[in-house]
């Protein structure tokens, strides 16, 4: 099997990953490596068609798409080698990485690796939600990619479970377009996200937020036909008829392979997750700011 | 009209092995499944164990198919190249009324003929499962028990029936069953078949199916049952089967780590009224939380990456006055007329007797047939799974270079799918996005199919030539996107 070495290996070519990269150069590290499993770098900005990005870092306003091209342009300074097409699926405790993607399977040897594969989103089935299993149900960040990069509508009729900020960005896209939602269901007493998400998207397109309230149960037996949504003040519970039912109910950070390398131990300090990975950032411009700050860690 | 030799109607588990068995002879053999897919219904939901047969009466069929699946299921599992865990199972008791049980269970296992039985004591069971509760007072040790994911099981018969010779139809329901001198005429809703010989495993129908032709003798009553999937973070907790006998009245719960690095918990116990479906029972999670965390009080509930449900056949005779038995059936009931044989309530352990029952079965068939027929010289009991990059990384990195350069892009990356596993499952007869979740394990993983669904959506839109619009999850209506849709 061949065997590469580096100085710097990147697990993830979005915000984190590029921004690591950079800050590797500068840091003096020559031999980068960037894996990303997409055929290009920039990560779940490539699916945010919506604006909102780069207001911290850029002092623009721009799509997530731009604020991904531009900062693909910065990364020519970080001399990295880019492997896109490229998964990491193993790392090793000797500071090595097996990799596979179009140019094979391969080895990776190197001095650091920074942690850049991001986040996950939360399912409905880690929920106590009883019922059926039927299609329709996905989360927020699964509908986004269907509709903004492969042009594809996910339903007619929506319920949104949580009131995350993917949740809000989608709501207000799909009623802009004219896709009936008809209610965000949120647990906590107010909804989430930030505020400007609930200006843009919650207020201007007057999405329905239904509060102290959880789904318990879905309905239907291919296709979702609904929610049971029970009020956890009152115990109340009301059906919500419903084609599709899209969840923003939270991130996790993705740290799976470190959990694979290192199940009983703690992480060694030669190993740098940053960005969502590490936690989940509320906007991409402090995804970025996380990875520019290894110049002075790595 | 199509004339068959035998006709078996249902592509479960059993019917997959049924086909298998009898390819093993030189007969025109079809299988009709109602479903786009094999193992859709009963057959894909378990908790996948194969026992090894102290559970039965002595004397019963279960006893005798049970205990013969045992010893030979490594062998069948290589012939098949299907996955299993050779975990072992431990049943606890927490008491006198416990340890009574485990004697007796132990003893019916001698009786059987089941090797290696063992009872433990607290301190040898806590050695071997550390993080169980405290109390326990025994265990019975079943060491050659095994785990297996059950669907991968009866894709692999259908695969190797396949390549034997069987012929599978699939969305082709039997909806009319009638005599004809001597042979029977099963009508789909497209064609009709002719065959002397008819194997009703219509699992949740095959008490209908059966009446159309005999006299009623068993109908089935559903069961429900819940199980909850832990994430494989959780697997560390979990190295063996564990079931509890408990002291007070009332189910128990089993544990099990499942091929995969899994624990799989369940199942709970449910009367269904009306038509069973596979829905979940908010009670019945928490059940099994609850019960799940008596027994392993470190593990995390948010390590829960899954619930789902299955309906289960349970079968009870019918009287003579049209009342129903009190107690349901507990051995295999195989009922036969004049050619027409009905698997009718096969329960646990079925999945364990798969093989088994096949083999029986196609011993009876034969056997009825004036001229025996002749034996298939080209029948071949070896099927090659679908390379799996996931389980070449436990076993053998090396050899991952060597698989075709689809194998190299990672579709699923919880669990490791490859594009080419992915294309693989399709050609090998995969229509839906569970089709392909059940030949790769794409989508079982922490994500669920977050990331890998829209993927493998398009894959099979590409595979299949046909628009993602009309990919389903699960075969009929269930579309992926909701229908209506048009593209912006």
């Given at each position: 099997m061949e065997r590469y070495a580096y100085d710097v290996l990147i697990i993830g070519g979005g915000a984190a990953g590029m921004a690591a990269a950079l800050a590797a150069r500068r840091r003096g590290y020559r031999r980068i490596l960037i894996a990303e499993r997409n055929k290009e770098l920039g990560g779940v900005l490539l699916q945010c068609t919506h604006t909102g990005f780069g207001l911290g870092y850029y002092r623009e306003d721009l799509t997530g798409i731009e604020y991904a091209r531009r900062f693909r342009s910065l990364l020519r300074e970080s001399g990295a080698?880019?492997?896109?097409?490229?998964?990491?699926?193993?790392?090793?405790?000797?500071?090595?990485?097996?990799?596979?993607?179009?140019?094979?399977?391969?080895?990776?040897?190197?001095?650091?690796?920074?942690l850049a594969s991001g986040c996950r989103e939360k399912t409905i089935w880690s929920q106590d939600v009883a019922g059926s299993r039927p299609a329709g149900i996905m989360t927020c960040g699964t509908a986004q990619k269907l509709i903004n990069v492969d042009g594809l509508d996910v339903g007619n009729e929506i319920v949104i479970a949580g009131t995350g900020d993917v949740g809000q960005v989608m709501a207000g896209q799909l009623a802009a377009s004219g896709v009936h939602v008809i209610a965000m269901i949120e647990k906590e007493d107010r909804p989430g996200g930030r505020r400007r998400n609930r200006e843009r998207f919650l207020e201007a397109y007057d999405i329905p937020v239904v509060l102290r309230s959880v789904i318990t149960r879905i309905v239907g037996s291919r296709r979702i036909e609904g929610v049971l949504v029970r009020n956890l003040d009152s115990g109340g519970e009301t059906f919500l008829a419903c084609d599709t039912l899209l969840t923003a109910i939270g991130m996790i950070p993705d740290r799976q392979l470190l959990e694979d390398c290192f199940p009983d131990s703690g992480v060694p300090d030669w190993v740098l997750p940053v960005g969502n990975c590490d936690y989940v950032h509320d906007v991409?411009?402090?995804?970025?700011?996380?990875?520019?700050?290894?110049?002075?860690?790595? | 009209m199509e004339k068959v030799d035998v006709l078996i109607i249902g592509a479960g588990v059993l019917g997959c092995f049924a086909a298998r068995n009898l390819s093993r002879y030189k007969l025109d053999i079809a299988v009709l499944e109602q479903r786009e897919d094999v193992c859709t219904g009963i057959s894909k939901a378990n908790t996948g164990i194969i026992y090894q047969g102290y559970d039965q009466h002595p004397g019963s069929l279960k006893a005798s198919l049970c205990v013969r699946a045992s010893a030979g299921f490594q062998t069948l599992c290589e012939e098949l190249d299907v996955a299993y865990r050779k975990c072992g199972l431990l049943m606890t008791s927490f008491g006198p009324r416990g340890d009574r049980a485990l004697a007796g269970k132990k003893k019916q296992g001698e009786a059987n003929r089941v090797e290696g039985l063992r009872i433990l004591n607290a301190g040898e069971v806590y050695a071997l499962e550390p993080f169980l509760r405290g109390g326990i007072s025994h265990a019975l040790y079943a060491e050659n028990t095994f785990t297996v994911n059950p669907w991968e099981l009866g894709i692999a018969a259908f695969e190797n029936a396949r390549a034997n010779g069987a012929a599978f139809c699939f969305r082709e329901k039997a909806v009319n069953i009638e005599r004809d001198r001597g042979?029977?005429?099963?009508?789909?809703?497209?064609?009709?078949?002719?065959?002397?010989?008819?194997?009703?495993?219509?699992?949740?129908?095959?008490?209908?199916?059966?009446?159309?032709?005999?006299?009623?003798?068993?109908?089935?009553?559903?069961?429900?049952a819940d199980y909850l999937v832990f994430d494989t973070q959780a697997g560390k907790w979990l190295s063996h089967i564990l079931s509890v006998e408990p002291e007070e009245k009332g189910d128990g719960i089993t544990l099990v780590p499942t091929v995969d690095g899994n624990i799989l918990?369940?199942?709970?116990?449910?009367?269904?009224?009306?038509?069973?479906?596979?829905?979940?029972?908010?009670?019945?999670?928490?059940?099994?939380?609850k019960k799940t965390s008596e027994l392993l009080p470190g593990l995390p509930m948010d390590l829960i990456i899954r619930s789902f449900a299955s309906a289960r056949p349970n079968p009870y005779a019918l009287e003579e006055d049209?009342?129903?038995?009190?107690?349901?059936?507990?051995?295999?009931?195989?009922?036969?007329?004049?050619?027409?044989?009905?698997?009718?309530?096969?329960?646990?352990?079925?999945?364990?007797?798969?093989?088994?029952?096949?083999?029986?079965?196609?011993?009876?068939?034969?056997?009825?047939?004036?001229?025996?027929?002749?034996?298939?010289?080209?029948?071949?009991?070896?099927?090659?799974?679908?390379?799996?990059?996931?389980?070449?990384?436990?076993?053998?990195?090396?050899?991952?270079?060597?698989?075709?350069?689809?194998?190299?892009?990672?579709?699923?990356?919880?669990?490791?799918?490859?594009?080419?596993?992915?294309?693989?499952?399709?050609?090998?007869?995969?229509?839906?996005?569970?089709?392909?979740?059940?030949?790769?394990?794409?989508?079982?993983?922490?994500?669920?199919?977050?990331?890998?669904?829209?993927?493998?959506?398009?894959?099979?839109?590409?595979?299949?030539?046909?628009?993602?619009?009309?990919?389903?999850?699960?075969?009929?209506?269930?579309?992926?996107?909701?229908?209506?849709?048009?593209?912006?």
């Open positions: 080698d880019i492997f896109t097409g490229t998964s990491v699926i193993r790392i090793f405790p000797d500071r090595s990485a097996l990799l596979s993607g179009a140019g094979g399977v391969f080895q990776v040897a190197y001095r650091k690796c920074v991409v411009d402090g995804v970025t700011l996380d990875g520019l700050r290894l110049e002075t860690l790595l | 042979a029977f005429l099963v009508r789909t809703e497209a064609r009709t078949f002719r065959a002397s010989r008819v194997l009703c495993c219509a699992g949740m129908q095959a008490d209908r199916l059966w009446e159309t032709v005999g006299r009623p003798r068993i109908r089935i009553r559903p069961l429900a918990a369940g199942p709970t116990r449910r009367t269904v009224r009306g038509e069973p479906d596979a829905s979940t029972d908010a009670d019945g999670l928490r059940e099994l939380k049209g009342s129903l038995s009190n107690g349901s059936i507990l051995d295999f009931e195989i009922l036969e007329e004049d050619g027409f044989y009905a698997l009718v309530g096969i329960k646990t352990p079925g999945l364990t007797c798969a093989n088994e029952l096949g083999a029986y079965m196609t011993d009876r068939i034969i056997r009825s047939f004036e001229t025996a027929p002749e034996a298939n010289r080209a029948y071949d009991p070896i099927r090659k799974a679908i390379p799996r990059v996931s389980r070449l990384l436990e076993e053998d990195i090396g050899r991952l270079e060597e698989l075709p350069p689809p194998y190299r892009e990672i579709i699923c990356r919880c669990r490791n799918v490859s594009r080419g596993e992915v294309v693989e499952a399709i050609r090998r007869g995969a229509v839906t996005i569970d089709g392909v979740k059940r030949r790769t394990g794409a989508g079982m993983g922490r994500c669920q199919g977050g990331v890998c669904m829209e993927k493998i959506l398009h894959i099979l839109a590409e595979e299949k030539a046909m628009d993602p619009r009309q990919v389903t999850k699960d075969g009929g209506d269930s579309l992926v996107l909701a229908p209506s849709c048009g593209s912006r």
